[in-house]
């Protein structure tokens, strides 16, 4: 199987769970290691929250997103110490892109973990607790669900944007909780076939998440970036970057800026990928990629046999 077929993908938030990665910590040194690194990087026992801790302790959004970063750059770790071969091309989804650049030797992984705690914070503070939602839209068309989201916003009910384009039909909108609220209404009415409030507490990649951009500007530019060894879709246009000083800006607009998912799948395959291997926790990842694309080979790598059996495949 030539390298050239395969793409990396890292998820983000929502992919948490206590319990997870226990298996591939039991089996792979590099796991064990690379949760020592971020244990002495943050000051505390990542590996004891995820799985002594309670599941509300993770889902705190600077909480959640070092844990993550670890899992991803620990799975990633273990496939390289097994003599995994390089992917052609990477993305991750929203968090999930610092894991990517972590992977391709951009960002430090010392670097990325202090990065995504101050961006966890920063978003959570931007709006307070209870002003914002976040809804999924399952089965409605793109351009019904923006063009309802525009009409709310200039009825004056407040800000509600499609925020994640996660698969055809998969869309996931957040903003104002009163104009999330009146937009569920309005899109099942439109013929969406759910349309569901998620768990949390911040409407991520909205407008409103602006300041906590500008907070996150400020410490990417003490951090030191360096060209990807390996190209990174970017969740902002679904294209790669090169060049370090545009990489930080992508990764502030990031954050109030939609998730082109659907598009850096489609990129991916158009650049010859064939299996996308998902580096983290779960499978949620290779859920949309399969209603994305029918042809692609999607395969988590969370437990140490799925990873061995995709090593095999692969080699």
């Known amino acids: 199987m030539s390298e050239h077929s395969i793409a990396f993908v890292f998820p983000g938030q929502g992919s948490q769970k206590i319990g997870m990665l226990s298996a591939a910590h039991a089996e792979f040194t590099a796991v064990r290691h690379t949760f020592e690194e971020a244990a002495q990087v943050l000051g505390y026992d990542l590996w004891d929250l995820i799985q002594n801790g309670e599941q509300d302790a993770l889902n705190l959004t600077e909480t959640t997103q070092p844990v993550l970063l670890t899992c991803s750059v620990a799975l990633w770790r273990a496939w390289r110490e097994l003599g995994g071969p390089s992917p052609t091309v990477m ?7 610092f894991s990517a650049l972590v992977c391709a030797g951009a960002l430090g992984f010392a670097d ?10 920063f978003m959570q503070s931007a709006v307070p607790v209870g002003e914002g939602a ?76 602006r300041p906590a951009g500008e907070r996150l500007a400020e410490a990417i530019a003490r951090v030191p970036i360096a060209a990807p060894q390996t190209p990174v879709m970017h969740n902002v246009h679904a294209s790669a970057e090169p060049d370090p000083e545009k990489i930080r800006a992508l990764l502030v607009q990031q954050i109030y800026s939609p998730v082109q998912w659907t598009d850096c799948v489609r990129a991916m395959a158009a650049m010859g990928a064939q299996h996308l291997l998902e580096c983290g926790p779960g499978k949620v990842l290779s859920g949309l990629n399969r209603r994305i694309d029918k042809e692609l080979h999607s395969h988590a790598l969370e437990e140490p046999e799925a990873l061995r059996a995709v090593l095999a495949q692969l080699r």
């Open 134 to 209: 976040m809804a999924a839209i399952i089965g409605l068309d793109d351009a019904a669900i923006n063009e309802r989201c525009a009409v709310i916003r200039q009825a004056g009910d407040g800000v509600v944007e499609a925020v994640n384009f996660n698969s055809p039909g998969q869309v996931v909108i957040a903003g104002h909780s009163r104009a999330v609220k009146r937009a569920i209404t309005e899109l099942k009415a439109a013929g969406a076939k759910k349309a569901m409030p998620l768990p949390v507490s911040a409407p991520f990649h909205t407008q409103l998440m």
């Open 112 to 121: 990325a973990l202090v990065l995504v705690r101050q961006r966890g914070a």
């Open 91 to 97: 993305a991750g989804h929203s968090l999930g892109e």
